[in-house]
T-cell receptor, first 112, second 114 residues
């Protein structure tokens, strides 16, 4: 079975640009979450979606937005990129309930 | 707010040594607790979990016991291997307005030498 898949794997953008990151959850998983991991730190929660509705939002500016589609895949959008947005962006999916998440390998975003 | 504190790394051990990585938490309520492992260049893998007090999670020789009285979830392994070299993250999850979002510690880097 396929795990959580994310695309692209690597991305280089210029300050001020916009970026869209994509995630496909494990089949049967209806909940998708996004995390930002800055080098040397633990992942920070950005968003959680379940059944296409936002169920939680971390402490990130409005430049960050996300959505979930009817097939449960998800997009993370970041506008007006800053150098500080350079990080590994991780997507995770789970069945409903508190049973732990399965993470994808992430998208490495570099803002120059 | 809810938080997780892990021991600072890096931790360097010889193969077959005993491993302990300390993790304590602060939470309003009764969280579930997790250990995740991240190998170089990869995403996170769930190593083990415990959902209530006194539960013991175990996997691949690693163990951790949910201790409510000391708010701890220390990771242990009796005999580490070179292949265990990775970064280990302790995390908690609560049904809050973030809907079971994971709250991670800063991670502990482990290097096992032959």
């Amino acid at each position: 079975d396929a795990g959580v898949t994310q695309s692209p794997t690597h991305l280089i953008k210029t300050r001020g640009q916009h970026v869209t990151l994509r995630c496909s959850p494990i089949s049967g998983h209806k909940s998708v979450s996004w995390y930002q991991q800055v080098l040397g730190q633990g992942p920070q929660f950005i968003f959680q979606y379940y059944e296409k509705e936002e169920r939680g939002r971390g402490n990130f500016p409005d430049r960050f937005s996300a959505r979930q589609f009817p097939n449960y895949s998800s997009e993370l959008n970041v506008n007006a990129l800053l150098l500080g947005d350079s990080a590994l962006y991780l997507c995770a999916s789970r069945v409903q309930g508190n049973y732990g998440y399965t993470f994808g390998s992430g998208t490495r975003l570099t803002v120059v | 707010g809810d938080s997780v504190t892990q021991m600072e790394g890096p931790v360097t051990l010889s193969e077959e040594a005993f491993l302990t990585i300390n993790c304590t938490y602060t939470a309003t309520g009764y969280p579930s607790l997790f250990w995740y492992v991240q190998y170089p260049g990869e995403g996170l893998q769930l190593l083990l979990k415990a959902t209530k007090a006194d539960d013991k999670g175990s996997n691949k020789g690693f163990e951790a016991t949910y201790r409510k009285e000391t708010t701890s979830f220390h990771l242990e392994k009796g005999s580490v291997q070179v292949s265990d070299s990775a970064v280990y993250f302790c995390a908690l999850s609560l049904d809050s307005n973030s809907g079971y979002a994971l709250n991670f510690g800063k991670g502990t880097s482990l290097l096992v030498t032959p």
